[in-house]
């Protein structure tokens, strides 16, 4: 079919834009249009593709979507190899990589823990993609790379080289690769053992088609053959040249001298890197002179003038002793595994989460198993998988409980969901314990001094059996528990008394309906009294913004039960109270503003100060752009920080942020 002037002209103009706004999206990560704005102009092109075909061309972005299955992968010969890197276990053997180089000046990088890859572009085109293989061919992923939204189909502006081979690592950032295990167990389908094996399984496989519902993305961090453009002669120029012609490349790169800057980067990395959205195993220090890169050369298959430096292994292995379960606050059961004690990442591990009955009955998790373990940084140490071969004669299955083994109610899995819950509620001894320190803790009531082991001991002594039983405990009840001497239990006395005076948003969050966070309490104060709250309809409450069904139906389900409604009653009766117009009074003096923040706070959570920005009516984003007008930038802010500065962007340390929400209290 012959295709009118008009149409073509209008396609090209489609895809331009389009390719604009993916840069802007995900290169640059300061979008130009809004995603609705984004689907329409795709939408658009697709439409007129789908009326002539011979529109389509290799660099339309319409292409992304996946081609037909393929057999097998092809082999691409790597016209210049693709190196590794010689590792560095320790300081020692990265200053002793670094002897020679006094003063010398490096390039340092993440090392991304991906899969590596590269890219070939002829004229522009991204021609073909191909993984690192052995280094001198591997496999042709072209069709599964052109999915990956961050690699651009056809490179930028027009002084890019006639042939350009760009190498870097596919990976998945570890959002997605937690979503997308949960959404492979509901399909009953192969769950990754970590981000970079959903990387390599999701770029090595022959449906493109999949591959392109896998968020997968791309960091550039070398060349291989370049002609027709001379390139500079410093690593990082060459990286800023990539970026230039749309690729991208790391923001947490960084310039430095000698090997004192480079352990200085690891330590910074190090700590910063449980908060990174994807997986780093450690950081990578490059001579940044291509002249004397090329003086010093290579040996074997590794370069001298380059070492990764890794970190300590998250991982370690060892022996489940026993299996224990769980009950929180709002029922679930956790089965917990307790461990030979191993050190992982420099802290002793005893206990490893085992999630939930489901993720125990696919690893096939037993008592006496040999086990591999993983922490990350502050999260909970998880068991990961089974050595099979070392598993002992005669164990046996885990069997579930179908009885809460704290208080013997039946417990009860909702179809649908992964969690087993305890039903006996405020009846099971573990559920009030979670549900007294969640309504005693400093967000909450605020109750000084009530701590995780008094409230055992009142659980356990029978002392509080309902909310309200905290408001009558007695000096001389509190002097006959372990190590309470007189004055504490009168300053707990006198710190139940001050609690009873709080605000409405507070009490929300405290009387623990699942799903009200903090936040959520705010809003739902801002909306309603009390009373209103009790009775509202689910659709009353789904019409407040951010109260989507789900947590409306936990609100509902809350106020169904006679048990809460008498609770709060009685704790209203027994003095609670809060001023009651404070959901009329809304301090709304920072709406106009936009805050990004960034590295570690010392005084507070970065959800604490989010909550407490937008109480104000402050935006709160995660992603500085021209809109941004204030950062909070914390302890060891790293490529945000540079991106404000970059931008004139107004910067505050902590210090000054608490000074800001004071001036409002
Ligand atoms: C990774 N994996 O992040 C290199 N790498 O450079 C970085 N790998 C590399 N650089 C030359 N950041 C060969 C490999």
């Given at each position: 079919?012959?295709?009118?002037?008009?149409?073509?002209?209008?396609?090209?103009?489609?895809?331009?834009?389009i390719?604009?706004?993916?840069?802007?999206?995900?290169?640059?990560?300061?979008?130009?249009?809004?995603?609705?704005?984004?689907d329409l102009?795709?939408?658009?092109?697709?439409?007129?593709?789908?009326?002539?075909?011979?529109?389509v061309t290799a660099?339309s972005?319409?292409?992304?979507?996946?081609?037909?299955p393929?057999?097998?992968?092809?082999k691409i010969?790597?016209?210049?190899?693709?190196?590794?890197?010689?590792?560095?276990?320790?300081?020692?053997?990265?200053?002793?990589f670094?002897?020679?180089?006094?003063n010398?000046?490096?390039?340092?990088?993440?090392?991304?823990d991906?899969?590596?890859?590269?890219?070939?572009?002829?004229?522009?085109?991204?021609v073909?993609?191909?993984?690192?293989?052995?280094?001198?061919?591997g496999?042709?992923?072209?069709?599964?790379?052109?999915?990956?939204k961050?690699?651009?189909?056809?490179?930028?502006?027009?002084?890019?080289?006639?042939?350009?081979?760009?190498?870097?690592?596919v990976?998945?950032?570890k959002?997605?690769f937690?979503?997308?295990?949960?959404?492979?167990?509901?399909?009953?389908?192969?769950?990754?053992?970590?981000?970079?094996?959903?990387?390599?399984?999701?770029?090595?496989?022959?449906?493109?088609?999949v591959?392109?519902?896998?968020?997968?993305?791309?960091?550039?961090?070398?060349?291989?053959v370049?002609?027709?453009v001379?390139?500079?002669?410093?690593?990082n120029?060459?990286?800023?040249?990539l970026q230039?012609?749309?690729?991208?490349?790391?923001?947490?790169s960084?310039?430095?001298?000698?090997?004192?800057?480079?352990?200085?980067?690891?330590?910074?990395v190090?700590?910063?890197?449980?908060?990174?959205?994807?997986?780093?195993?450690?950081v990578?220090?490059?001579v940044?002179?291509?002249?004397?890169?090329?003086?010093l050369?290579?040996?074997?298959?590794?370069?001298r003038?380059?070492i990764?430096?890794?970190f300590p292994?998250?991982?370690a292995?060892?022996?489940?002793?026993?299996?224990?379960?769980?009950?929180g606050?709002?029922?679930?059961?956790?089965?917990?595994?307790?461990?030979?004690p191993?050190?992982?990442?420099g802290?002793t591990?005893?206990?490893?989460?085992?999630h939930?009955?489901?993720?125990?009955?696919?690893?096939?998790?037993?008592?006496g198993?040999?086990?591999?373990?993983?922490?990350?940084?502050?999260?909970?140490?998880?068991?990961?998988?089974v050595?099979?071969?070392?598993?002992?004669?005669?164990?046996?299955?885990?069997i579930?409980?179908?009885?809460?083994?704290v208080?013997?109610?039946?417990?009860?899995?909702?179809?649908g969901?992964?969690?087993?819950?305890?039903?006996?509620?405020?009846?099971?001894?573990?559920?009030?314990?979670?549900?007294?320190?969640?309504f005693?803790?400093?967000?909450a009531m605020?109750?000084?001094?009530?701590?995780?082991k008094?409230?055992?001991?009142?659980?356990?002594?029978?002392?509080?059996?309902?909310?309200?039983d905290?408001?009558?405990?007695t000096?001389?009840?509190?002097?006959?528990?372990?190590?309470?001497g007189?004055?504490?239990?009168?300053n707990?006395?006198?710190?139940?008394?001050?609690s009873?005076?709080?605000?409405?948003?507070?009490?929300?969050?405290?009387?623990?309906i699942?799903?009200?966070?903090?936040s959520?309490?705010?809003?739902?104060?801002?909306?309603?009294?009390?009373?209103a709250?009790?009775?509202?309809?689910?659709?009353?409450?789904?019409?407040?913004?951010?109260i989507?069904p789900?947590?409306?139906?936990h609100?509902v389900?809350?106020?169904?039960?006679?048990?809460?409604?008498?609770?709060?009653?009685?704790?209203?009766?027994?003095?609670?109270?809060?001023?009651?117009?404070?959901?009329t009074?809304?301090?709304?003096?920072?709406?106009?503003?936009?805050?990004?923040?960034?590295?570690?706070?010392?005084?507070?959570?970065?959800?604490?100060?989010?909550?407490?920005?937008?109480?104000?009516?402050?935006?709160?984003?995660?992603?500085?752009?021209?809109?941004?007008?204030?950062?909070?930038?914390?302890?060891?802010?790293g490529?945000?920080l540079?991106?404000a500065?970059?931008?004139?962007?107004?910067i505050?340390?902590?210090?000054?942020?608490?000074n800001?929400?004071k001036?409002?209290?």
């Open positions: 079919m012959k295709i009118p002037k008009k149409i073509e002209s209008q396609a090209a103009k489609l895809r331009h834009t390719n604009e706004h993916n840069y802007y999206y995900y290169v640059v990560d300061d979008p130009r249009v809004p995603d609705s704005e984004y102009l795709l939408r658009e092109l697709q439409d007129l593709e789908a009326k002539y075909p011979d529109l660099d972005p319409s292409q992304r979507v996946g081609a037909p393929l057999d097998a992968f092809a010969v790597h016209s210049v190899p693709m190196l590794s890197l010689n590792n560095a276990f320790n300081y020692q053997e990265a200053e002793d670094a002897k020679d180089f006094a010398t000046e490096f390039f340092a990088e993440l090392k991304f991906g899969l590596a890859v590269s890219l070939r572009y002829e004229d522009g085109l991204l073909s993609a191909a993984t690192r293989g052995d280094g001198y061919s496999e042709d992923v072209t069709a599964n790379a052109k999915t990956i961050t690699i651009p189909l056809k490179l930028r502006g027009e002084n890019y080289p006639s042939v350009l081979e760009v190498r870097g690592e990976f998945m950032p959002a997605y937690n979503k997308l295990n949960q959404k492979q167990a509901a399909k009953g389908e192969k769950i990754f053992a970590n981000p970079r094996n959903a990387a390599a399984g999701s770029l090595r496989q022959l449906k493109s088609r591959t392109a519902q896998r968020p997968l993305s791309f960091f550039s961090y070398a060349v291989g370049v002609e027709g001379e390139l500079p002669q410093r690593h120029d060459i990286l800023k040249l230039q012609w749309g690729l991208p490349i790391s923001q947490d960084q310039l430095l001298t000698g090997i004192a800057g480079c352990l200085k980067y690891y330590e910074s190090l700590k910063q890197r449980q908060d990174l959205a994807f997986d780093i195993d450690g990578v220090y490059k940044n002179d291509l002249a004397l890169q090329k003086e050369g290579y040996v074997s298959r590794a370069p003038w380059a990764a430096h890794k292994a998250q991982e292995i060892t022996q489940i002793n026993d299996i224990d379960i769980q009950v606050r709002t029922g679930a059961l956790t089965p917990v595994a307790r461990l030979n191993v050190e992982v990442a802290v591990v005893t206990n490893a989460t085992l939930n009955q489901d993720e125990m009955k696919r690893k096939d998790v037993r008592i198993d040999t086990v591999v373990i993983s922490r990350a940084g502050d999260v909970i140490p998880a068991v990961m998988r050595i099979l071969e070392k598993r002992p004669k005669k164990t046996q299955e885990f579930f409980p179908k009885q809460c083994p208080c013997g109610s039946d417990v009860i899995r909702v179809a969901e992964a969690v087993a819950r305890c039903s006996g509620g405020f009846f099971c001894a573990a559920q009030r314990k979670q549900a007294l320190k969640h005693a803790s400093r967000r605020d109750i000084d001094g009530l701590g995780d008094l409230v055992e001991q009142l659980i356990d002594r029978d002392l509080v059996i309902k909310l309200v905290l408001y009558r405990l000096v001389e009840q509190l002097t006959s528990l372990e190590r309470m007189k004055k504490s239990a009168q707990i006395i006198a710190a139940l008394e001050k009873k005076s709080t605000t409405l948003a507070r009490f929300i969050y405290a009387i623990g699942r799903e009200v966070g903090e959520t309490a705010n809003t739902l104060a801002q909306h309603f009294t009390i009373e709250l009790m009775a509202a309809t689910k659709q009353e409450l789904q019409n407040i913004p951010d989507g789900i947590v409306a139906q609100i389900k809350f106020f169904q039960q006679s048990d809460n409604i008498n609770s709060i009653e009685e704790l209203q009766t027994i003095g609670i109270n809060w001023p009651k117009n404070s959901n009074i809304i301090n709304k003096s920072l709406a106009e503003e936009v805050f990004v923040l960034t590295g570690t706070l010392s005084q507070m959570t970065r959800t604490e100060a989010k909550t407490q920005l937008e109480n104000l009516g402050a935006k709160v984003t995660n992603s500085v752009s021209k809109k941004t007008t204030c950062l909070v930038a914390g302890e060891k802010a490529s945000k540079t991106k500065q970059t931008l004139g962007i107004k505050i340390n902590e210090a000054d942020l608490i800001l929400l001036s409002y209290e």
